[in-house]
């Protein structure tokens, strides 16, 4: 069992930054795949990012690659994700996921584990 704790949101104007970042507890975090999702007003929860257990595979979704990294800390049970050259079609709340499988998924229903969710805004 691991739990997931998001920080790091905030209201950022276009163009800018923000690193979102995410705790999990328990001792077998680097046997979880480690994903980004993030879910717009009125939109369904979509993929952002996802890293394998080494944090040497990564998958982006098209919208955010080139922008985006995700990175991971087996050390310090973390993951994040740096935004840069934010849109204002970024804005969502941003929440972590970890699958206990070995293959990376980009999709909601393969992850077992979330956080509450971290907003960001992007102001145009």
């Known amino acids: 069992q691991v739990q997931l704790v998001e920080s790091g949101g905030g209201l950022v104007q276009a163009g800018g930054s923000l690193r979102l970042s995410c705790a999990a507890s328990g001792r077998t975090f680097s046997s979880y795949v480690m994903g980004w999702f993030r879910r717009a007003p009125g939109k369904e929860r979509e993929f952002v990012a996802a890293?394998?257990?080494?944090?040497?595979?990564?998958y982006y979704a098209d919208s955010v690659k080139g922008r985006f990294t995700i990175s991971r800390d087996n050390a310090k049970n973390t993951v994040s994700l740096q935004m840069n050259s934010l849109k204002p079609e970024d804005t969502a709340v941003y929440y972590c996921?970890?699958?206990?499988?070995?293959?990376?998924?980009?999709?909601?229903?393969?992850?077992?584990?979330w956080g509450q969710g971290t907003q960001v805004a992007v102001s145009s």
């Open positions: 996921a970890a699958d206990r499988g070995m293959q990376i998924h980009t999709t909601v229903y393969e992850y077992d584990h």
């Open positions: 890293t394998g257990w080494s944090g040497g595979i990564k």
